[in-house]
């Protein structure tokens, strides 16, 4: 298992990226000094790395949250460097750890689908909700298997975490997107329900041929979803598996790998 | 008898007038979180330009609708330089307010206090006219009441709208507006508009029924919007049938009650401001209380 960068034509590709936290102080924090990653159309990608290992740091670089020094980010095709946040959801989905970010907890489960479903369109003075679409809406959270079909006209607030991270999910997919970000989306969860969310992604990722990267603490989860594996250290890419290697891999080859790199370091 | 009905009505007259604000202020201050300064400049703005506009004959209702869109000129000024200029919200608003100062000024042609007595306003012309013998002293009363319940309406179906619910994302979830693809600052400014907007036309009202217009009448506006929208959304808290505007007007109409009632038992005129603060402190401080108590109960469910 050789440390290699996979060099195939990119649907999403991050080019020669670098990025340095509060340059110039006390603080300064060298994160990627040349960091590359390209990920073929419809590959499901999982990241698995220690804290700092730059993980979250790249996926706020696609989104555009957190802005790259220098290097070439392109999504199918086009570059989305200059591109704000809100301007790369338009082909961007990102479901966060915390799962209160993925809905707004005021309006109701309806209301909150309604939204989703009109991404891309003008957000007018017509009616929020469009009537003709609810019995669409509901057989959507029928998927879910969590009886929200019969409340839809509850706020997202009363929901229980689990809930509310499986409805991001659903309404995070609702439009057609180019890629799917998954944010350590079932750290935040207790097993149960952590299980349920995992089983819907993959549902989902397998229905609409999702172009996906997960970044997961999870290592089971890492190794059993996905067709590829990552693992990040210090800013590079120390893993990269896919295909037959990946299937044989087991959750120790992972552990092995994490005492390596420790070792390494000198801990 | 009379004179207590005579209080009721002045009461329920003011406390619709500064309704028409505080349902603005309801979009600011709880939808969006944005405490506004900048209505204490609006609301004179609206009075002025509706001063002038009268005095130049032009109709007292299209006099509304331009006082509202001047207001809401002027909220986007307020959120382009919170949201695209990034200065703090609290900045922004007296930023806007100090500078309303010289543009009314500006638009009364450099006096305080401009009067259009015996001109045509929403209360002695158009429909008002149709209010003869006993009604004549309640047309005041139907007639805010009735431009105050058409702004509630209209913004409780704004609020349905698409754009609504947008507004309502910005202020609970700004990351939710945002993987929406769209940009949750363009909603606050939007919001802005329309808090400012209500202001400016309540600010219109209130200058058509005294029919003159005074720059400095927008001292305590803040106070007295936030005090209405406070004090309505905590009574109201549990009744979950009140919708929030109606709510934040009963607050507004609470709220003249208690500084009526306060001069009608004798306190100067002087401690007016001061006893408006005070009320504001009391609703404030009750409103942590309800808050954290609500909190507790939360946690141990």
Known sequence: ?267 | MDIVIGLIRNVLEEGFIYGIMAVGVYITYRVLDLPDLSVDGTFPLGACVTAALIRAGVNPWCALLIAFICGAAAGCVTGLLHVRLRITDLLSGILVMISMWSVNLVITGGSAVVQFYNKATIFNSGIAALFKGDLRVWRVLILVALVCVVVKLLLDLYLRTKSGLLLRSAGDNPQYVISLGRDPGTMKIIGLAIGNGCTALAGSVLAQQAESANIQSGTGMVVMALAAVIIGTNIFRKARFVKATTAVIFGSILYKACLVIAMQLGLPTNYLKLLMAVIFTIALVTNDMLGRRKKQNGHSN
């Open chain 1, 1 to 267: 298992m050789a440390t290699q960068i996979n060099c195939d034509t990119g649907f999403v590709g991050l080019r020669h990226i670098k990025k340095t936290f509060n340059p110039g102080s006390v603080n300064e924090v060298v994160l990627f000094t040349d960091f590359n990653l390209e990920i073929p159309k419809n590959q499901f990608v999982a990241v698995v790395g220690s804290n700092g290992s730059g993980k979250t740091t790249m996926l706020n670089l696609l989104c555009g949250s957190v802005p790259a020094d220098s290097g070439e980010i392109t999504i199918g095709g086009r570059d989305i460097m200059r591109l704000k946040e809100h301007q790369r959801s338009k082909f961007i989905g990102r479901v966060f750890q915390d799962p209160s970010k993925g809905t707004c907890p005021e309006l109701t489960i309806l209301e909150n689908m309604a939204l989703a479903d009109n991404k891309g369109l003008s957000y007018g003075l017509s009616r929020g909700v469009n009537k003709k679409r609810v019995d669409y809406y509901r057989s959507r959270l029928e998927l879910l298997r969590l009886g929200l079909e019969d409340k839809i006209h509850l706020p997202v607030a009363s929901l229980s975490g689990g809930q509310r991270q499986a409805l991001a999910l659903l309404i995070c997919t609702m439009t057609p997107l180019d890629l799917l970000i998954l944010d350590e989306h079932t750290a935040a969860l207790d097993p149960r329900s952590s299980e349920t969310v995992m089983e819907l992604t993959d549902r989902l990722v397998k229905e609409k041929n999702l172009t996906t990267l997960m970044v997961t603490h999870n290592l089971k989860y890492a190794i059993g979803y996905g067709d590829r594996l990552i693992m990040l250290h210090r800013g590079g890419i120390v893993l990269d598996v896919s295909g037959e290697n990946k299937s044989a891999l087991h959750t120790k080859d992972l552990t092995d790998k994490f005492n390596e790199i420790s070792i390494e370091d000198g801990n």
